[in-house]
């Protein structure tokens, strides 16, 4: 009879404990998706939201299978003369660089059945590159390369009016 009645209380503790979990359970995720709602709420009105790069749009990621590249090899860039240093002495000589460039494009763009064929557009291409490296002199060129890249993104994609060039990469680069 004591094993009866210990079993007995033992079910109507289970039950007990399966009814105070499932309403705790349920007040908790009300309360946590309340809390994620105002967390989201003042990320935004403050634009830290996950993902986002400087300007605030989203980062998308472009898988590898829908990468395509196209490089435009054997640059050379006249760079800018540098300023006289504090001596009044300038340097003679003019400088280059020898550029390797690089362009990321989304295969699955909407744009890029348009302007996939960048062997047809590739003198306005150079044309925007050198416009952005040559603005650069020899110490400024080296120091800078990851602001050179953006610019030249920037460039192609106001020239193409379209983000289907989703990166630009310097893939070697030598400066004289």
């Not at 890029?112 to 040559?134: A, F």
């Amino acid at each position: 009879m004591k094993k009866n009645l210990i079993s007995i209380i033992i079910l109507a503790l289970l039950i007990v404990n399966i009814v105070l979990t499932s309403v705790m359970m349920f007040s908790v995720m009300s309360t946590n998706k309340k809390t994620a709602n105002l967390v989201t709420d003042i990320a935004s009105a403050i634009s830290l939201e996950l993902g986002e790069e400087e300007e605030g749009e989203p980062a998308e990621v472009i898988p590898m299978e829908d990468t395509q590249t196209y490089t435009i090899a054997d640059l050379r860039i006249l760079l800018k003369k540098a300023e006289p240093s504090a001596e009044g002495e300038t340097d003679p000589d003019d400088h280059y660089a020898l550029l390797n460039v690089t362009l990321s494009m989304n295969s699955k763009h909407k744009d890029y059945k348009t302007y996939s064929d960048l062997s047809t557009r590739e003198d306005l291409i150079k044309g925007q590159i050198n416009d952005v490296v040559s603005q650069y002199t020899l110490d400024q060129a080296k120091e800078s390369n990851q602001q050179i890249e953006d610019e030249i993104l920037n460039k192609i994609q106001t020239l193409f009016d379209s983000d289907f060039i989703f990166d630009v990469t310097l893939s070697s680069y030598l400066y004289q």
